[in-house]
Every structure is written in structure tokens, then in C-alpha cells.
């Protein structure tokens, strides 16, 4: 493959832990891999490419626009987030311009083909986000332990797990650990305050990836309640490293769990997330189903899975 040089725009800065930056770095990395030249820029400044990688339908609309406009003739590969797909694109014109504007698109999981047209489905490509197991799956032998993995913004719906605790009187002793920064001081604000509430929950605020991918590990099930989620790397982390997981039923996490999985509760509903969460810390055999239903996911999420279908994508263009 010749030596291409891309351009890689995400509206995430350099030194965020976002999503979005994390992709793209992971994306810099699997095609410096394959022999390209590769940048990360959030806003793309003229600067010569042969390929323009974009984050984000709207976000990312000025630069993916402007630099079709000066290489008309240069493919530019667009990847839809989970604000585009569920949020953006019914009600922004400059998101679906982004749509009609790329050569290619890609989207992080399979349920999000059924957001698109037939001709928009046509040119995308589902790219799975890889990961490998740091840790093996030794979860805590002094309390059953449940994390939730992410950053604290609405989209995450962040608490839901925190609140389901209420109804929660009679099951087995658990705890429930959450990682991530808060994004805004009224969420931190509220993880305080639920935590003098209830014993149980505990926020630890922002830590190091090495460190959440720890909590993971040691924890018997992962709680993922976003509200809209274009494929959360979060479960390919607990997927790659065999942990169960308790997912709200939102597109998002079906594409990547499977539209059978038996973890799922109706999206902002804590009385039916607590039923999940007992019936996870009682029933063994629940728990086992659980776990087995992820492994049977895991060769999905493999890198060399990953960097096979930028390989198909770049021979196409």
C-alpha cells in the first residue's frame, strides 16, 4: 500500500480523555501501522492530506466541507458518534451535509446501519473498537462489586445505577464503585450528596485508564446506563476482559452486546435496573450466563479484527 498522509479531526483536544480523542489516537496508531503519515487536529487548517478522517457529523462539519472544497478529487472517510446517530441528525442540516459530503463513513457497531438510508449504508463501514485484556477477571472476594466506567454527563445518564440502590433493601451485601471525571460541577454536586445517602455508592472521580481498567477486572459486573451511545469502548473493554455487563437497551449497546443478551433494563428505569443488579449478586448461574454471553462477543473486538477493516476500507479508496 502506498504511503498515504491523513488528516485525523476530532473536536476533542489533545490532552482530553474523551471518547472521541481516544478513538482517534487508537485510529493514528492502526494506520501509522499500516505505512500512513497521520495528524490529529481538532480543526483542519488547510494543511495538504490524501485522506481526511472525521469525528463527528457536526463537530467536525466546517473542516470535512472545507477541505472537499479544496480536493475535490481526495476521499474523506466519516465516523458518526452517538450524538450524530441518536441526536444530531434528525434536526441538524450541517450533520447530514457531513453524510453526503463523505466518501465513506464508519459507525462502531452494527445497529447504527439502521439510522441510515440504503445509499448511506451502501459506503459504511462497521468498525468495531478493539481491545486486548490487560487483567485477568478476578473479581472481589470481600464484596460483590459493581463499577460504572465514564465520564459524568447527561448523555451517560450517570446515576441511574446510584438511584436503583433505593430499592435495593433486601439484596446481598454489594457496593457499586464509579469512575469518571464530573463535566460539570452540579454532577459532582450530586455524586456527593448521593454518596452521604447511601453507603454503598462510592464515586472515585477521575483515575488513570490503567486504574479503571483495574476496577474492571476486580468487579463482578459492569453497569453501562447511557441514554444514546455509538459504541461505548467501555464494552469492548469489559467484553475483551470477560467481565459481565448490565446494559441499558439503547441501540448502542445492543449493536455491541447482541440483540439476544440477557443483561438489559429499559433505559432510566431504576426499579427495573435493581431487579438486574439482585438477580446478578444472587444468581450464580446468572451471572455465569452473563459472562458466557460476553465471551461468546470477544473475537469481535480483537485488534487484529480492527486493523483488517481499516485495511479493506483504505484498498477501497
Known amino acids: 500500500m502506498p504511503q498515504l498522509k491523513i488528516v485525523i479531526v476530532t473536536p476533542a483536544a489533545a490532552k482530553s480523555r474523551s471518547g472521541n480523542r481516544n478513538t482517534a489516537t487508537r485510529w493514528a496508531r492502526i494506520l501509522r501501522g499500516l505505512g500512513c503519515r497521520v495528524s490529529i487536529v481538532t480543526e483542519w487548517q488547510g494543511e495538504r492530506a490524501d485522506l481526511m478522517v472525521a469525528l463527528h457529523a457536526l463537530r467536525s462539519h ?18 458518526l458518534t452517538g450524538t450524530d446517530l441518536y441526536r444530531d441528525l434528525p434536526h441538524s442540516a450541517a450533520a447530514r451535509e457531513s453524510l453526503t459530503l463523505a466518501s465513506r463513513m464508519i459507525v462502531l457497531q452494527a445497529a447504527a446501519l439502521t439510522e441510515l438510508s440504503p445509499a448511506q449504508r451502501k459506503k459504511t463501514h462497521v468498525i468495531h473498537q478493539s481491545e486486548i ?3 485477568p477477571w478476578q473479581p472481589s472476594r470481600r464484596n460483590f462489586r459493581l463499577c460504572v466506567l465514564g465520564h459524568l454527563r447527561e448523555e451517560k445518564d450517570p446515576f441511574r445505577a446510584a438511584l436503583a440502590l433505593r430499592y435495593l433493601t433486601d439484596a446481598p451485601p454489594l457496593e457499586i464503585v464509579q469512575a469518571g471525571q464530573a463535566l460539570t460541577p452540579e454532577m459532582a454536586e450530586q455524586a456527593q450528596r448521593l454518596m452521604r445517602a447511601e453507603p454503598r455508592y462510592h464515586w472515585i472521580g477521575e483515575v488513570p485508564h490503567w486504574r479503571a481498567l483495574r476496577l474492571l477486572a476486580s468487579s463482578h459486573a459492569m453497569i453501562i446506563s447511557s441514554r444514546m451511545e455509538g459504541g461505548a ?5 469489559a467484553i475483551a476482559h470477560g467481565v459481565p455487563v448490565i446494559a441499558s437497551d439503547i441501540p448502542g449497546n445492543r ?52 486493523v483488517e477493516a481499516w485495511r479493506v476500507l483504505l484498498s477501497e479508496l
Open 133 to 135: 485484556a490487560h487483567h
Open 62 to 79: 466546517v473542516s470535512l466541507k472545507a477541505f472537499r472544497a479544496a480536493f475535490p478529487q481526495k476521499p474523506a472517510i466519516l465516523a
Open 233 to 237: 469502548h467501555v464494552v469492548s473493554e
Open 255 to 306: 449493536g455491541l452486546l447482541g440483540d439476544d443478551y440477557p443483561g438489559y433494563y429499559p433505559v432510566g428505569d431504576e426499579r427495573e435496573l435493581a431487579k438486574l443488579i439482585e438477580r446478578v449478586a444472587s444468581d450464580e448461574k446468572f451471572l455465569k450466563k452473563l459472562r458466557q454471553a460476553v465471551m461468546q462477543r470477544r473475537p469481535l473486538f480483537t485488534p487484529q479484527r480492527e
